[in-house]
């Protein structure tokens, strides 16, 4: 079974200030790992993937995750984070052959002035 | 991806009834996923659902509690049946876009519904 551990619960940070939210996994098989954003309010939003290939992918809001299989881990980082950004940010996992998404407790992203 | 219309948006209920949640898909797709999300917390799979098929129910979760239709490729239904104040979370439904097994697109959520019990 797939399970994904997000470390940081609340994550507080000032405007420009860069930023890493750590999420690791435990699968037996190969996975796909996602990371979706929940605004305030709001549903469930994909921010970014990784299915295969280069094992850093970029988002087009200036976030970034980098695939580590050796460490099984999936961080999400950004260089400079603005006050849009507050946000609880979920990491999460499905196996390749057609399965549900398998969510990480995420991490709420409070950023300040 | 595809598009979801979800609603209600919100409801209050009173304990011991039945809400049933719509989810619409603008294109056909072969899975579709329910989730809860109680307050504060982490998305948790209720069910897949096929078309054609009977629900799969996670740990945890039943059928007469949860019931699901999958009718068509496009649309789901979730009820909560019998509810408790326990039952107050948002409900999402979730499909793998373009009906591709696989997980490989990405899944695209609906807005959800905040059912409240009381």
């Known amino acids: 079974a797939q399970s994904v551990t997000q470390l940081d619960s609340q994550v507080p940070v000032f405007e420009e200030a860069p930023v890493e939210l750590r999420c690791n996994y435990s699968?037996?098989?190969?996975?796909?790992l996602f990371w979706y954003v929940q605004y305030p309010n709001q549903g469930l939003q994909l921010l970014l993937k990784?299915?295969?290939?280069?094992?850093l992918v970029e988002s087009i809001n200036g976030f970034e995750a980098e695939f580590n299989k050796s460490q099984t881990s999936f961080h999400l980082r950004k260089p400079s984070v603005h006050i849009s950004d507050t946000a609880e940010y979920f990491c999460?996992?499905?196996?390749?052959?057609?399965?549900?998404?398998?969510f990480g407790t995420g991490t709420r992203l409070q950023v300040f002035p | 991806s595809a598009v979801i219309s979800q609603k209600p948006s919100r409801d209050i209920c009173q304990r011991g009834t039945s809400l049933t949640i719509q989810c619409q898909v603008d294109?056909?797709?072969?899975?579709m996923f329910w989730y809860r999300q109680q307050p504060g917390q982490s998305l948790t799979l209720i069910a897949t659902?096929?078309?054609?098929?009977?629900?799969?129910?996670e740990s945890g979760f039943v059928i007469d509690k949860f019931p699901i239709s999958r009718p068509n490729l496009t649309f789901s239904t979730l009820t909560v049946s019998n509810m408790s104040p326990e039952d107050s979370s948002i409900y999402l439904c979730?499909?793998?876009?373009?009906?591709?097994?696989?997980?490989?697109?990405?899944?695209?959520f609906g807005s959800g519904t905040r059912l409240t019990v009381v």
């Open positions: 699968s037996s098989v190969s996975v796909y």
């Open positions: 659902a096929n078309q054609g098929s009977e629900a799969t129910y």
């Open positions: 979730s499909v793998e876009p373009q009906g591709i097994g696989g997980g490989a697109s990405g899944y695209t």
């Open positions: 999460a996992v499905s196996r390749l052959t057609a399965d549900k998404l398998i």
């Open positions: 990784y299915l295969s290939g280069s094992t």
């Open positions: 294109s056909q797709v072969t899975m």
